[in-house]
């Protein structure tokens, strides 16, 4: 049983970065497959971007070269360095967990998500 909780997110201008963090507790997930996924208001929750058991990333188009996603296993926290931030990219923010390490099904834990507003 894993539980997950976001920090990070606020209200910006576009250009602006922000950086979030998912603490996870209950489970050491240096293991796990863990994952960024978004929701902007009205529509579809959509995937950001993985991070699998041994580092490798996977970005979707929209944040590619944008976002980077990291972890720092020690501390069992996943990060998202958000940099250039656009309008768009305004969402609530969920960080997830798949116990499957090579990102290749889908979470089994999901944190409560934190905002992101970006102002042009």
């Known amino acids: 049983q894993v539980q997950l909780v976001e920090s990070g997110g606020g209200s910006v201008q576009s250009g602006d970065s922000l950086r979030l963090s998912c603490v996870a507790s209950g489970d050491t997930v240096s293991s796990y497959c863990m994952r960024w996924f978004r929701q902007a208001l009205g529509k579809k929750r959509e995937g950001v971007a993985s991070?699998?058991?041994?580092?490798?990333?996977y970005y979707r188009d929209p944040v590619e070269g944008r976002f980077t996603i990291s972890r720092d296993n020690a501390q069992n926290t996943l990060y998202l360095q958000m940099d250039s931030l656009r309008p768009e990219d305004t969402a609530v923010y969920y960080c997830?967990?798949?116990?499957?390490?090579?990102?290749?099904?889908?979470?089994?834990?999901w944190g409560q998500g934190t905002q992101v507003t970006v102002s042009s």
């Open positions: 997830a967990a798949a116990l499957s390490g090579d990102c290749q099904r889908g979470p089994d834990y």
């Open positions: 991070i699998d058991s041994d580092g490798i990333t």
